[in-house]
């Protein structure tokens, strides 16, 4: 039979991981809430279908969606994948959300033979575009393993880290990591500014030694540029932190970088910038 893989959610990331599937020949169903954003998936060969027939005519099922309700929604109701895939389905949320609601779908899905595996990714647009996310992974490490050869397709630093929700979690090492850094990254382009410095060449410089990071590469240029347009929306940030919070406090781990990056987002949103990129954090600085 050939393997004929779903995917739910086709959005500034999903759409080129549906690119890369079909380019690697596999038939795609794919199932988006307004059917019209996924014109050009189907112009190139994806079949658009509701998520009760992606789950029940996929074999393998990506999700890709926004926040932990979406995920709940699209896994755990009536219409949803886990009460109308078949069993021996393998199911892969690539979703940043709850390591707790990870486990849940877990053990939902193993009652009815269906294999899960949370395995969400860092890499932003431009990971996506190039095949190059960073996928981590929690499930059975048996599934893991068998799956491991189509998540190559997506991605290149692909890691299982254990069990189901483990991969959730590492992704909230990410995020904390993250938050702080974007603090950093543009106080450090404001100081460069108001010091009379080239930004640009401040980069140079700073990139290539032991500031550089991912989001000093790639998203201090996109600030400079005035460029805020979304790889990675502000609200499915403030959404990850308050997960990791959220985390942090039920094992007693203080946040305080992650607390005050929080902080700064809401400030951002209360200014009308949730729906641009993790970089409009600079206009803080700026206003």
């Known amino acids: 039979m050939e393997m004929v893989i779903g995917f739910v959610g086709t959005g500034v990331m999903g759409k080129s991981m549906v690119k890369h599937l079909l380019n690697a020949g596999y038939k795609v169903n ?40 979406d995920v709940e929604e699209v896994y755990l109701s009536s219409e949803g994948i886990l009460a109308n895939a078949e069993s021996s389905t ?31 990714v860092s890499g932003g647009d431009i990971g996506a575009r190039d095949a190059t996310l960073t996928i981590m992974v929690g499930g059975d490490e048996a599934s893991f393993n068998k799956m491991e050869s189509v998540l190559r397709i997506l991605g290149k630093n692909i890691v299982y880290q254990g069990k189901a929700g483990a991969g959730q979690h590492t992704k909230m ?40 990071s991912w989001s000093l590469s790639n998203l201090a ?13 502000v609200k499915h940030f403030i959404k990850d932190m308050k997960i990791a919070i959220e985390e942090a406090e039920k094992m007693k781990v203080n946040v305080p970088g992650l607390t005050l990056a929080k902080q700064l987002y809401d400030k951002l949103v209360a200014l009308g910038e949730e729906n641009s990129g993790t970089q409009a954090l600079y206009k803080l600085w700026r206003e």
């Open 30 to 69: 794919i199932y988006t809430r307004t059917k019209e954003k996924a014109n050009e998936l189907v112009q190139l060969g994806a079949n658009w279908c509701s998520l009760m027939e992606v789950a029940r005519q996929s074999q393998i099922i990506f999700t890709m969606v926004g926040f932990p309700h």
């Open 90 to 120: 393998y199911v892969i949320d690539m979703t940043t959300s709850s390591p707790t609601l990870a486990a849940t779908i877990y053990e939902q899905a193993k009652e009815k033979g269906i294999s899960s595996l949370d395995a969400p």
């Open 173 to 212: 090492c990410n995020q904390i990591a993250i938050a702080s850094g974007m603090v950093g990254v543009c106080e450090a382009m404001v100081y460069a500014e108001k010091s009379g410095l080239d930004p640009q060449k401040v980069l140079q410089s700073i990139s290539a030694g032991a500031a550089g």
């Open 221 to 233: 240029p996109r600030m400079l540029q005035g460029n805020f347009e979304p790889g990675f929306y």
